[in-house]
């Protein structure tokens, strides 16, 4: 079982930066595969990025590849994501979750434990 935890959502002009974190409790978070997704009202919750186990393999949605970086420290059980020269359309609730797998997992379905979200508001 793994807790999630996520922190560092705002408000935030175009062009600007915010750093999400997700701070898990339970064992074994280096057994889990992390990820950030999205969603907006009345859309699906989309996928952002990715990390595997052991922090050496990344993956993105083309929408944020160059823009946004997903890193993680095992030792403190924290995953984040740093979001540069954030847009408008970035607004969404942000969510970390959780994937019993090695790999940097894309599938919403392939995660099992989720955060309860964190606000991100970018204006024009």
């Known amino acids: 079982q793994v807790q999630l935890v996520e922190s560092g959502g705002g408000l935030v002009q175009a062009g600007g930066s915010l750093r999400l974190s997700c701070a898990a409790s339970g064992r074994f978070f280096s057994a889990y595969a992390m990820g950030w997704f999205r969603q907006i009202p009345g859309k699906e919750r989309e996928f952002v990025a990715a990390v595997s186990r052991g922090g050496g393999t990344t993956d993105y949605s083309d929408s944020v590849k160059g823009r946004f970086t997903i890193s993680r420290d095992n030792a403190k059980n924290t995953v984040s994501l740093q979001m540069n020269s954030l847009r408008p359309e970035d607004t969404a609730v942000y969510y970390c979750?959780?994937?019993?797998?090695?790999?940097?997992?894309?599938?919403?379905?392939?995660?099992?434990?989720w955060g309860q979200g964190t606000q991100v508001s970018v204006s024009s």
């Open positions: 979750a959780a994937s019993n797998n090695n790999y940097a997992i894309t599938s919403r379905s392939r995660y099992t434990y």
